[in-house]
């Protein structure tokens, strides 16, 4: 009985994988009416409320608040994406040249870190910068200022928080990008007369590029969407996009508004997506030519 | 002299790695002591050391909002657990632009920021009658972790022979008996990945709790966040201490598990 099941199946390709197709579409129509309905119609709210039509998108391109909102939005996950980049391609490059039980060790304090609650630290960061924090008390008891400096509430908070939130999404990626590079190659380099700078710039960096690409990428949509160190680092005087969408919902109930802000984000970081993807296809096929 | 030159370079981005390394821990490790501070604000002890904020924990609301948030992150890990297993199974099975297409919307809820999925479940909710209702946070987690248990399900599976199945079908497997003696035994590495993946998403999650919970779900992230506004409360320098502990207890047994399964 089960050995002719076995051949009926094997003769009607489609019988046999319509367990395979319940499989998948399960998920799949779970997924597209509790979650792609809503998401769908948030774009849709932002196009017929107040009105019909594209007033809302007018104003987030006339209104001068909120295009300081967008412009701080910018200017933050800019600078946070150049400095988060910046250490932690100079950390995943040092990692893969330590011995192996320094690396190990710094492995698992990055992992400990990125595993940690977005919350717990910043509340870290609010205990260690506030006027009465510890840094401003270390600062203040060996003698190099005689006033609490101004470290929350500010951009400078703010880039602080983010910073540290999204070094190990540089870090992590980075890191096995890099393992993934012949560790001979740079000494064959040198070997055939390269200098230090010079093997590094033709041979290991752009052989790290896919790598600091698509960290690149990932740390830019999570910064741009970012709502909690802004909203708590910043104070109220920080504002990015995401703490103005929230105002908008939960405040001053304008949907319209909430919504047609929310589809621009998701637009930009749907748009970064498919960038990262391209890019890392890229870098793969570079790769290999 | 040029090696020399090389060494100095690797040496620099050591000692800047180093500092980034200091930079990512010590301010996480400050709540350690904060967390006994004998005063009621934000301090660090100074000769005298307390327990009290720790007492807290335990007697507040803190121990209902952990509760809830072991409900809720369970219940959604489980969901997303058996539906991202079934999706990963299926789509390495079949693999055709179709399900290549529904994989994309599987990985959906990862990359849409989570303000929008606030404003989109906000709204959602509000007609179908599921704010501030365990159905309605444990849905949300679900299809928020979904993508983790694809990913590490799919990641597991890439390595399997597909006429793995096929062999166990032709000696007269069913297949429910193919998928559950032959296929899911070996995703079961991904499926500990994704599970615990998925329970931490949950068990982190705070933007959406914010905008779609208020009292009569009461999770672990949305009563810090209150803390955190309300008046910088030494309790939370507690609890971050525990769950501090916690993940490093949490990651050396990963190690360990891992070392094990080599040897």
Sequence with gaps: MQGEAG???????????????????????????????????????????????????????????????????????????????????????????????????????????????????????????????????????????????????????????????????????????????????????????????????????????????????????????????????????????????????????????????ATVLMLVVLALTIAMSRYMDIGDTGKKA | MATEENRQKVEMSRVVAWMTTCFLVLPILIVIPVSFTPKRYLSMPEGEWSLRHYDVLVSGGWLSSIGDSLLVAICSALLALAMGTLFAVGHWRLNNGVTRNLRLLLLLPMIVPPIVHAVAFYQAWSILDLLDTYLGLILVHTMKALPFVVLSVTASLVNLDPRLEQASRSLGASARQTLFYVLLPQVRPGMLAGGIFAFITSWDEIIVAIFITSRAVYTLPKRIWDGLFDNVDPAIAALGTIMIIITAIGLLIKDWYEKAQKT
């Design chain 1, 7 to 261: 051949i009926a199946s094997r003769s009607s390709p489609l019988g046999k994988d319509t367990a395979y197709w319940g499989m998948v579409l399960l998920p799949a129509v779970f997924l597209a009416t509790l979650y792609l309905v809503p998401v769908v119609s948030v774009m849709v709210r932002s196009v017929t409320e107040p009105t019909l039509g594209l007033d809302n998108y007018a104003v987030i391109l006339e209104n001068k608040a909120i295009r300081n909102v967008l412009g701080k939005t910018v200017y933050i996950c800019a600078v946070t994406t150049a400095l988060t980049l910046l250490f932690g391609y100079a950390t995943a490059y040092a990692m893969c040249r330590m011995p192996e039980r320094e690396q190990r060790l710094m492995f698992f304090l990055v992992i400990l870190s990125f595993w940690i609650s977005v919350l717990i630290r910043t509340f870290a960061w609010i205990a260690v910068l506030q006027p009465q924090g510890l840094l401003n008390d270390i600062l203040i008891g060996i003698g190099i200022i005689d006033r609490p400096l101004r470290l929350v509430r500010n951009d400078l908070g703010v880039i602080i928080g983010m910073v540290h939130y999204m070094l190990p999404y540089a870090i992590l990626p980075l890191f096995a990008n890099m393992k993934t590079i012949d560790p001979t190659l740079v000494p064959a380099a040198r070997a055939l007369g390269a200098s230090p700078r010079k093997a590094f710039m033709t041979v290991f960096l752009p052989l790290s590029l896919p790598g600091l690409a698509g960290a690149s990428i990932l740390v830019l949509i999570f910064s741009s969407g970012f709502y909690i160190t802004p909203a708590l680092l910043g104070g109220g005087k920080v504002v990015m996009i995401a703490e103005y969408i929230s105002v908008q919902m939960s405040e001053t109930l304008k949907w319209g508004l909430a919504t047609s802000l």
